[in-house]
């Protein structure tokens, strides 16, 4: 079976507010991750946006060159917006913070199957993932979207959605 991910938004990678810089990154770095570890046929990665501001424009420069930089491959895209159907067809939506939790319970509705959640809660911290359309400090999210994913890795593995026989870096 596959798991459905939706990111950020930006994560299962899915939900983040413009979807160009936190989700987009989460997204590669997520897919890079299952795929360094034989299970890209195990997941659906994609990434959407809470908000609209940003349909249509492709990855933010900054997010584009980390990801260069940390050799994550990564392809063209374009800001799409998470809609109400998403929610039915991911098993997981992974946000970026709180406000775009808000916002997804605006698009989505009540989550009464437990899908949606913060990155950051697959680790041992417990605040938002930066977004650095505001900081500007790509590196710091970078940090944050790579311990979130792998953590993400863990919570799938402890609870038997994924081989306990891969070691999931920490």
Not at 29 to 49: P, Q
Not at 68 to 80: D, K, L, Y
Not at 116 to 123: G, S
Request: one cysteine or more; hydrophobic letters at 35%.
């Amino acid at each position: 079976e596959i798991l459905r991910c939706l990111v950020g938004s930006e994560m299962c990678i899915r939900d983040s507010h413009g979807n160009i810089c936190r989700s987009p990154m989460a997204e590669f770095v997520m897919k890079k991750i299952v795929a360094d570890n034989k299970l890209a046929d195990k997941f659906l990665i994609n990434s959407s946006a809470t908000s609209t501001e940003e349909i249509g424009n492709g990855i933010h420069r900054g997010t584009k060159a980390k990801l260069t930089e940390m050799n994550i491959p990564f392809t063209s895209r374009h800001a799409v917006q998470i809609t109400k159907d998403d929610y039915k067809n991911y098993d997981y939506i992974i946000a970026m913070d709180s406000m775009n939790l808000r916002n997804l319970q605006r698009i989505v509705g009540f989550d009464n199957e437990k899908k949606i959640h913060r990155l950051l809660e697959f680790t041992n911290y417990s605040r938002d993932v930066a977004d650095p359309w505001y900081t500007g400090n790509f590196d710091e999210t970078y940090e944050d979207v790579v311990a979130g994913c792998k953590g993400f890795l863990y919570y799938l593995q402890q609870k038997g959605d994924i081989s306990k026989e891969i070691e999931i870096p920490r």
